[in-house]
């Protein structure tokens, strides 16, 4: 059972490329999610999806795009990378319980030029 | 501005004391609040979690204390050992949030001497 597992681990990119990062669950869970963390800031909500199909914004939504086509799956994309997104990106999963504690990956490190 | 927040960035404790991690909550309307530990380089992982129904829940070596009244959380960590040595965060879920969404505080770091 992996758990929640996150690719890349770590990515550098220039400032206007673009990439995926990758976000997979193995416990059928239907709530995922996508946090930021930075110094000083904690960690703060992007955008989520309480099932297949079905996505919605968080606190920071801007200059990120998600989707939600299978249950486990649930990547994030930077369409135009600029600076002010270097950070270090989490993904979670739960149950839809409310009472059910998020699970989180080991993240994934980017840093833009 | 974030509703939950701690009122220690950083805490130093000896090896084998008793450790208390504090966090004040804004959202009178909270329900249910989780302590996660994260470890340099790696996702917050779930230590504990408590409903606004108790106001105590313990757990192996950690217990979470809820005041309701005060509006303050807090995680105690028995007989503390180096391994406990992370950023600990709390994190509430306000009823009227969708999903599971969660409000995180800032965290505190724990430093255990030896």
């Known amino acids: 059972n992996a758990g929640v597992t996150q690719t890349p681990k770590f990515q550098v990119l220039k400032t206007g490329q673009s990439m995926t990062l990758q976000c997979a669950q193995d416990?059928?869970?239907?709530?995922m999610s996508w946090y930021r963390q930075d110094p000083g800031m904690g960690l703060r909500l992007i955008h989520y999806s309480v099932g297949a199909g079905i996505t919605d914004q968080g606190e920071v939504p801007n200059g990120y795009n998600v989707s939600r086509s299978t249950t486990e799956d649930f990547p994030l994309r930077l369409l135009s990378a600029a600076p002010s997104q270097t950070s270090v990106y989490f993904c979670?999963?739960?149950?839809?319980?409310?009472?059910?504690?998020?699970?989180f990956g080991n993240g994934t490190r980017l840093t833009v030029t | 501005g974030e509703s939950v927040g701690l009122h220690l960035p950083t805490l130093s404790v000896q090896e084998g004391d008793n450790s208390i991690i504090n966090c004040a909550y804004s959202n009178s309307a909270s329900d249910y609040f989780i302590w996660y530990k994260q470890e340099s380089g790696k996702g917050p992982q779930f230590i504990i979690d408590i409903r606004s129904n108790m106001d105590k829940r313990q757990g192996q070596r950690v217990t979470v204390l809820l005041n309701k009244t005060v509006k303050h959380l807090s995680l105690q960590i028995a007989a503390t050992q180096p391994g406990d040595s992370a950023v600990y965060f709390c994190a509430e879920n306000i009823p009227d949030n969708a999903g599971n969404m969660l409000t995180f505080g800032g965290g505190t770091r724990l430093m255990v001497k030896p």
């Open positions: 416990m059928n869970h239907e709530y």
């Open positions: 979670a999963s739960s149950y839809q319980d409310r009472d059910s504690p998020l699970h």
